[in-house]
């Protein structure tokens, strides 16, 4: 047995390229995604599982147009795991009637990502140290990690 989605991959592709806003997208109809707004280069989504009553259950994002394409991209393979559905639905209103909205910052910078990286590796050596015992090549990575981290952000 198959199921149809309604729409090619390239249909897909062509909604993630110029999303609109009343778009809907679903992950084998248990996710959805709505373009619920546009400005510029900023999209707003209102995200929802089943069993769920959008808008009143969702989660409204703001992002850049390239982290939405990334988020719902795959990452080893070209496509998305999310297909559009279809467009048109009428979402005005949706932004503030989710339970709760998440505004994605720009793309961190690489030293950005460093950092907090470095700051979760000051946590593990914590937790090493906590442990006891001869960690010592786990201790001097998590160290050098740790000194990275100190003089980046001193």
Same mark, same amino acid.
Request: aromatic share 12%.
């Given at each position: 047995?198959?199921?149809? @989605?309604?729409?090619?991959?390239?249909?897909?592709?062509?909604? %993630?390229?110029?999303?609109?806003?009343?778009?809907? @997208?679903?992950? %084998? @109809?248990?996710?959805?995604?709505?373009?619920? *707004?546009?400005?510029?280069? %900023?999209?707003?989504? %209102? +995200?929802?599982?089943?069993?769920?009553?959008?808008?009143?259950? *969702?989660?409204?994002?703001?992002?850049?147009?390239?982290? @939405?394409?990334?988020?719902?991209?795959?990452?080893?393979?070209?496509?998305?795991?999310?297909?559009?559905?279809?467009?048109?639905?009428?979402?005005?209103?949706?932004?503030?009637?989710?339970?709760?909205?998440?505004?994605?910052?720009?793309?961190?910078?690489?030293?950005?990502?460093?950092?907090?990286?470095?700051?979760?590796?000051?946590?593990?050596?914590?937790?090493?140290?906590?442990?006891?015992?001869?960690?010592? +090549?786990?201790?001097?990575?998590?160290?050098?990690?740790?000194? +990275?981290?100190?003089?980046?952000?001193?």
């Amino acid at each position: 047995m198959s199921v149809d @989605f309604g729409v090619s991959d390239t249909e897909t592709g062509k909604a %993630m390229e110029n999303p609109k806003v009343g778009d809907r @997208f679903s992950e %084998m @109809f248990s996710f959805y995604v709505y373009v619920i *707004g546009l400005d510029g280069n %900023m999209i707003t989504t %209102m +995200e929802g599982s089943p069993p769920c009553e959008l808008p009143k259950d *969702g989660e409204a994002k703001t992002m850049t147009l390239e982290q @939405f394409r990334k988020r719902f991209a795959y990452n080893s393979i070209p496509g998305y795991w999310v297909r559009y559905v279809d467009g048109g639905h009428d979402v005005e209103g949706w932004a503030t009637a989710g339970k709760s909205m998440k505004v994605f910052a720009e793309d961190e910078s690489e030293n950005d990502k460093l950092k907090k990286w470095a700051k979760k590796a000051h946590g593990l050596l914590s937790f090493v140290d906590d442990c006891g015992g001869d960690n010592g +090549e786990i201790r001097e990575s998590i160290s050098k990690c740790v000194k +990275e981290y100190n003089e980046l952000t001193a």
